[in-house]
């Protein structure tokens, strides 16, 4: 397991990485994070969070928030009602691109590019009254924050530069694989991307994926047999345009956000999640995957 | 640790699959091969190997090969050598599709699928002398069968069958990544991928991947970190376009062939082999990713 | 100059196709139509008009009316102000395909397919304060006929089922090439689609094409350049996918919709317009076609 | 009918923009040529031929020859035995992508694209002993001029690096669309390319396209039927990805070839060549094209 000072050691050597990479700025409430951010913290099964950096801080968890999407449509439907309108493939393409949508008649590859995330919005807003409401109240359980919250100001930002979402969704509708009103899901799906979580709540919030579907509390939130197939989606689809790179350089399953949150598990032992708001070229946290790398290095550990 | 009673349980439940799937007949020779048949082989890291079903009968390795070339330009290249002429994404396209190689200039996505075999062959190619001979002689040290051969029949059947692997490499050419007279690489090609092995000796030689590279006699074929490269590469692009499929019900790095093989490991402790012909839509033995589903299932073992 | 009896031989030869053929059934409004239908009308350049058939039997012009968008964009913008917006290639791809929009980052091929009408509307709902009465008016004024209407029914039958359509816009939004609220553009764009023209209408009204921009009443509408610009985009994207099969059976710049009708030009002497509900496998009407061939072939008359 | 001053003022008008395009240097042998040239040449249906500025040069004709080969073809075949391999609308694609060869399984979109005309030699290749030797008696007979060659240096360094149309033929071979041996068609076909003619030739041989198949001796080389058809044909895909560009400036079936010629037609009355080295981004001849443009607004004649 490990002790305060490997996560210290690890924030003090990726530190001058900071300045490589760039800072998510497609809308602007984004583009204003301080970019000299790095932290990083690990929940092991036993319930213990440690961290070192900013591993306090609350950022914009983005597309991490498709794990927890996932996971509660897990809890919502049979599988077969989700991986009939889902793949689990890696998409081998941009994780915005309607090309694939379309040559595969509105099938989205898996649910962590933008079309299969938007596809499990549609399926919560199908089976829930308050899918908003309901999305945090669960994260907040999850990590054990009550005082988590969505930022208006980021989900609002993000929607007025929806048009490429929209233009996903409305693809799917055209296939008969989308139900719902686009608008109302987009904005469903904003407020879950804006929740703003530190590295300490988000590697607690996904213990579950370490811990065989138990989450901090003990309870048992998916069953072991789910868990295992959601990290092995996370492997394979987890990190973009970048899941191959990423398992080769880290690996454990992850999933990345362009806040510049990553959250990673090694099953049986401990989640992780580090946060530098800088991007590589794939829109995965720069100094973040290498703290990962490092991570995984100096504690002699990887599922390969 | 398995036991034998294991591996023959896993086959009796598997064995109703026969006749579900259909034998590769793109070409005469491989059309031939009697569909009943279903073997698997562990070995485990102390060396020991068990099987069950037609676990000793020698079956075309074909795209299995591709592990064994990709160890060998490991050994003869530096890494980045290799890597800029390679990429490490799993494609989102079929294992022989030249979209993905044009759109993306002459850089295949990964070195499992055809485009990024061959630029893996090349590389080879000018490295040494007999490539032919060499690949071979590695596989009977690999494996501890001496008796090891490649089918002429086979590989004279593919090579006349080879058009389009021939357009693959000549794109590739176009592009300037490839090097060497592009009929000659497809000898070699064909040649590696026309040996014959059994369960018992791919589980064999497959066993530096569960070992953290060192092979059967305890030699030392590639390092542990490249060992763990392999096995994540394996895991994202190892079973062409249903790698997130066998990740999902499998849980273990493998690689497929069109000859009904699958090649499998646990890391630290075992690497795995099936083999069963018939082939389900995306070209992997049906019955055989069933065997291996059943196996971790059974053992209660998975890397996620 | 053709005769009213060359007419009558002409659908006389064609009618044995019916049948052959499909009705546009994506909306139930169009579905409905009796599909035993075929029209011919020609207008020469002296103004006069003659038809056979049911060539005084509105239908929906559908597609028909990108032309008179075109045309109407052409008298509010610069020239640089459109085609800096759409392109004048054919698209190679299917009428809605999004893949080229994405590839060619939001930027359609043509003015006729319909990413490329979209942006037509865009630029027309931004000049003008009514669009959808002055496409009206100015489409009854080019007829001569000012009873034509816009069938409610099929423009909003269009609308509940025009999740491709807003696909397509969002996405040319995302690109920053589509400016106005894309539910108001679809309106306009569905209600000069639902517009109900016959043969004689459409003949009258496209004479401009065919006389060096002056309409039925002899006011120079665009320039002669101009014109001769308009039937060069028809001649290599007014078809489709099936433009150049058209060019080569036919061989007259022409539109066509998926209401059935076709209207097309010989420069400086006739416009044409033919109707047949039925469609081809490219969406062009069946014996429309044929028809075209027959009349070009006993006219003894081509553009090439 | 042009008189000799209009050809020297088209000349001269264009000649400014010399130096703005970029001579094809893909091979050494074609890089080299003189980029300060520019000639134009007309044909009229009575046999005369003029010419202006450097219309007697030769040069390399390039993708010119695949209207000759195309003309070959259809006197050796059925028009169905021609157009069941090869199809009839513009690609909307790079002239020599592979990926729309792929995607439509084999079948090229026209005869002048890489793909199609690699079909059509094929097709030659199956019923000539000699099809180098007869596609240039036959080119020299059509311009009457015996003297006619093909240049060996520039036909070799295009073999040297044919490695794209290599990968082209093979993949059509893959999906059964290609019979011969790739290596023997590649030379015929690169022989064809390198055949040199001036401006004068060009002309000449063309005049069959304005003369309803008859060539300069008043011979029917192919029917009127098929010239219309050819020019039809020339109008939709003749210009590479700019044939809607070249119809809206020209307004005139054509083809051009990176050598920098371009020849085209007014069909009843003249056939055209114009020359000019240095191409503009779609691989055009740019002062050729400008030519070409000033040639029909100066005559006020087009086929729109």
């Known amino acids: 397991m490990p002790e305060q000072a490997l996560l210290e050691q690890v924030v003090d050597k990726v530190r001058p990485l900071l300045g490589q990479g760039k800072v998510a700025d497609y809308i602007p409430a984004l583009a204003s994070v301080d970019p000299n951010k790095i932290g990083i913290a690990v929940t092991t099964i036993d319930g213990t969070t440690i961290g070192a950096g900013d591993y306090l801080e609350p950022f914009s968890i983005q597309s991490i928030s498709k ?12 599988e077969n009602e989700i991986w009939s309108r889902v793949g689990k493939e890696p998409s081998g393409q941009s994780f915005n691109s309607l090309v694939q949508v379309e040559l595969e008649r509105g099938l989205p590859r898996n649910p962590f590019i933008n079309a299969g995330a938007l596809v499990i919005s549609d399926l919560i807003q199908s089976r829930l009254g308050a899918p908003k409401h309901r999305m945090l109240e669960s994260i907040r359980h999850l990590s054990g924050n009550q005082k988590l919250i969505s930022d208006k100001v980021v989900a609002n930002s993000e929607y007025e530069h929806s048009a490429r979402n929209a233009a996903i969704a409305y693809l799917m509708k055209s296939f008969g694989n989308f139900n719902n009103d686009v608008d109302t899901v987009l ?59 990423f398992a080769y350089r880290v690996g454990m399953p992850g999933k990345s956000g362009v806040g510049g949150g990553i959250i990673a598990v090694i099953p049986g032992d401990m989640s992780v999640c580090v946060w530098s708001p800088e991007l590589d070229l794939n829109g995965n946290s720069l100094a973040g995957t290498a703290a990962l790398e490092e991570f995984c290095q100096r504690l002699g550990r990887s599922i390969f």
Chains 1, 2, 3, 4 share one sequence.
């Not at 996932?70 to 919502?76: G, I, R």
């Not at 919030?205 to 065989?212: F, G």
């Open 67 to 78: 794990v927890f999407s996932l996971t509660m449509a897990l809890t919502l439907y049979e």
């Open 187 to 245: 904005r469903s799906y904003f407020h879950s991307c804006a929740i703003r979580m530190s590295c300490a709540d988000l590697s607690k919030a996904m213990l579950y994926l370490a811990n065989r579907g138990k989450n901090l509390t003990g309870k048992q939130l998916i069953s072991p047999v789910q868990t295992r197939q959601m990290n092995a989606l996370l492997a394979t689809s987890g990190l973009y345009d970048g899941a191959g790179e």
